[in-house]
């Protein structure tokens, strides 16, 4: 591999980035399935703009039942941007039981100090 692509820089990539020389879209994956993951098969912005007009296109007579879901739901983001709004809940799932966890503990200390103090008086 070149420099290029083991770069720091290149590899930290925000998800959903596009790559500005392949148009590629930089996703999310399952680490558990790490296997099963293509990264040639990832959507490119061409593949999503062809997606979106598509779904647009009022000529072509589609299954009106799922018009109401949220355009990327119709796009081949679907599967990455539901994986990433999985991750996301669990981490702030845990930030909120973890933050909870240490006001309980800060109140705690902070009585048991007063109580401290005002003995010492």
């Known amino acids: 591999m070149s420099g290029d692509v083991t770069g720091l820089n290149h590899l930290l990539k925000s998800p959903f980035s596009i790559h500005p020389k392949t148009g ?5 994956f399952d680490p558990a399935r790490f296997d099963d993951f293509d990264p040639a098969a990832v959507p490119t ?13 009022p000529s072509d007579k589609k299954d009106l039942s799922s018009a109401h879901l949220l355009p990327y739901k119709h796009t081949s983001l679907r599967q990455a941007i539901e994986l990433f709004e999985a991750f996301t809940e669990t981490v702030s799932k ?18 048991n100090e007063s109580s401290l103090s005002s003995v010492q008086f």
């Not at 590629?24 to 999310?28: A, D, E, K, S």
């Not at 912005?45 to 296109?57: F, K, R, V, Y």
């Open 94 to 111: 845990d930030t909120t039981v973890n933050s909870n966890k240490v006001c309980r503990k800060t109140l705690f200390t902070e009585s």
């Open 45 to 57: 912005l061409d593949q999503l703009i062809h997606e979106l007009n598509e779904l647009n296109n």
């Open 24 to 28: 590629m879209v930089c996703v999310p």
